[in-house]
């Protein structure tokens, strides 16, 4: 069966410093994957998607980054936080080539202070 | 492009009572919907989804939604509320196609009261 990890599941930064969380899929190949953010009152907000090793498609470009260095691997990055960072922030993945649901990691709680 | 509306963004029931979370969607072309159900510091799961087959579509946990083209909603029920189903309940959709993207939905949290 498909298992999606995340981690850390919880994380306290200071405005200023670097982010990266990981996120990675066991038991599928050649996922299409996903990163949100989810803050309080607003729903799931699209970050970036990829459909392959090294392509990424940003849907807010802000000051995060993503990259997908492996197959099943995703990771979110940021060179300074902001406040407005803040949030929860959940990966996903869906089947290659079908529009199908997408299943969620269990999320990452980002506060910067 | 696509769009979802998730009417009230609260809703509290008495267990035992009828369920009912609304989710109206814009689409240029035939949708796919979704449901999910988010549990308080959890990822979301999926309920139920609507792919262009029965317009009634049965979900997990005793839920099903309606897909109403002429009205464009997929509204959320469950005939009886358990305490258990108090959560985050998110509407999705999806354009199909080559557009792997989902719209969430503001989500409705459901409170269900003893």
């Known amino acids: 069966s498909q298992t999606i990890h995340q981690w850390p599941a919880t994380l306290v930064q200071p405005v200023g410093s670097p982010l990266s969380l990981e996120c990675t899929v066991e038991g599928t190949s050649n996922p299409n994957l996903y990163w949100y953010r989810q803050a309080a009152g607003r729903g799931l907000q699209l970050l970036f998607y990829s459909v392959g090793i090294g392509q990424i498609s940003s849907e807010v470009p802000q000051n995060l980054s993503a990259s997908r260095p492996q197959d099943r691997q995703f990771i979110l990055s940021s060179k300074k936080l902001l406040l407005s960072d803040s949030g929860f922030y959940l990966c996903?993945?869906?089947?290659?080539?079908?529009?199908?649901?997408?299943?969620f990691g269990p999320g990452t709680r980002l506060t910067v202070t | 492009a696509q769009s979802v509306t998730q009417l009230g963004s609260h809703v509290s029931v008495s267990e035992g009572a009828l369920v009912l979370l609304r989710c109206n969607y814009s689409s240029s072309v035939p949708p796919y919907l979704f449901w999910y159900v988010q549990y308080p510091n959890q990822g979301l799961q999926l309920l139920l989804k609507?792919?262009?087959?029965?317009?009634l579509v049965k979900g997990i946990n005793g839920f099903e939604a309606e897909f109403k083209k002429s009205e464009t909603s997929f509204h959320l029920t469950k005939p009886s509320a358990h305490m258990s189903d108090a959560a985050e309940y998110f509407c999705a959709v999806s354009r199909g196609g080559s557009n792997y993207k989902l719209t969430f939905g503001k989500g409705t949290l459901l409170t269900v009261n003893p």
């Open positions: 996903a993945w869906s089947v290659r080539g079908r529009v199908d649901e997408q299943y």
């Open positions: 609507y792919t262009s087959a029965a317009t």
